[in-house]
């Protein structure tokens, strides 16, 4: 994760109807690898923040930023949940990958514990996609932009 990217300038935003490519199973050549990771197959540079229950509850983490045609490493290990949660913006053209799952996020790296009352706790809410692992031990979500308008 690199802090230090301010999001604020990004809160307008509309969505670009992006796409999110949802593939599993890519780590299995490799049974001692094990990870949640994230690539980003835009051209552009992306902001990641994830969110996920674990043993206390809710939390959400970020930011990971990937460069194109980069991948990440968000989450180390074996996945110990079926759903995980991403936001991501697009650094370079505007838009985002969003869902209508809400959680807690901030504008410099951050790890939030639940998803309740974001504004009153000085956080911000935006929405997540969900990524269904299918209860996979590791995942690969795919960025992409395939769905960008005047683009294929």
Known sequence: MIAGFSLSAHSGWRSLGLAAILLGGLMAASPA?????????????????????????????????????????????????????????????????????????????FTIRGTEDCLARGFDRNGFFEVDTGEQKSWTIQLTETNRPGGQ
Do not use: P
């Not at 936001?87 to 901030?106: E, H, K, L, N, V």
């Open 33 to 109: 690898h094990a990870d949640l990771r994230m690539c980003n197959m835009t051209s552009s540079r992306v902001g990641v923040a994830i969110g996920y229950r674990d043993t206390q509850g809710w939390v959400t983490e970020g930011w990971w930023n990937l460069d194109s045609r980069g991948c990440e490493t968000l989450l180390k290990g074996q996945l110990a949940s079926r759903f995980y949660y991403v936001y991501a913006i697009d650094y370079d053209r505007g838009g985002d990958w969003s869902g209508r799952s809400f959680m807690c996020t901030r504008e410099r790296e």
